[in-house]
């Protein structure tokens, strides 16, 4: 199974200011397509998760442009250009390469 | 708008069975792949099992073999999973969600979860 290390476990971000948030795969997710399947889910206090990030960096629709994915084969990046109160929450990312989809352990974001 | 809206959770005695149900809504679902994910609180999120359009590619976690049965009603609307020999660690909430294109299994919607919990 792909390993999916999310790094750090937790963020405590004052608003207006940056944040981001690092996943590391134990193998490429690149596939014979030319994709790299690598996803960003939210999940907010009391809800199920939402898709932020598909394919290393393409925003799902309605996903604000303060949200940005980069990264390749085995390192990527989930950045948020200016922490707002809306995005406290687990951030997880996730690998669709190959079954089973693996995701990683979550970070916490909170606000100061 | 797309909706998902699973059901046929509940408390289940270890070695039970359970169904669950995820009505789907606002999209064209014969069209969809469909996947289950479940939150633990020990493990996180995990992925159970998926399944293609038409009812083919079929694939399950390795702790689904054999004790869980992914299938859909195209007529219905409505994705299922069939669980059994259920033990404490199935004990989650269960996600469906709609794969974000033929070919992919990651889901791009999810429902809201129905809670499952196996205790005796």
């Known amino acids: 199974d792909i390993v999916m290390t999310q790094t750090p476990l937790s963020l405590s971000v004052t608003p207006g200011q940056p944040a981001s948030i690092s996943c590391k795969s134990s193998q490429s997710l690149l596939h014979s397509d030319g994709k790299t399947h690598l996803y960003w889910y939210l999940q907010k206090p009391g809800q199920s998760p939402h898709l932020l990030i598909y394919?290393?960096?393409k925003r799902f629709s309605g996903v604000p442009d303060r949200f940005s994915g980069s990264g390749s084969g085995t390192y990527f990046t989930l950045k948020v250009s200016r922490v707002e109160a809306e995005d406290v929450g687990v951030y997880y990312c996730?690998?669709?390469?190959?079954?089973?989809?693996?995701f990683g352990g979550g970070t916490k974001v909170e606000i100061k | 708008e797309v909706q998902l809206l699973e059901s046929g959770g509940g408390l289940v005695q270890p070695g039970g069975s359970l169904r669950l149900s995820c009505a789907a809504s606002?999209?064209?679902?014969?069209?969809?792949?469909m996947t289950w994910v479940r939150q633990t609180s020990g493990k996180g999120l995990e992925w159970v099992s998926r399944i293609g359009d038409n009812g083919d590619v079929i694939a399950y976690a390795e702790f689904a073999k054999g004790r869980f049965t992914i299938s859909r009603d195209n007529s219905k609307n409505t994705l299922y999973l069939q669980m059994n020999s259920l033990t404490a660690e199935d004990t989650a909430i269960y996600y469906c969600?709609?794969?974000?294109?033929?070919?992919?299994?990651?889901?791009?919607?999810w429902g809201q979860g129905t809670l499952v919990t196996v205790s005796s």
């Open positions: 996730m690998q669709s390469l190959q079954f089973p989809l693996t």
């Open positions: 969600g709609r794969a974000i294109s033929r070919g992919v299994t990651a889901p791009d919607s």
């Open positions: 606002g999209f064209t679902f014969r069209n969809s792949a």
């Open positions: 394919e290393v960096s």
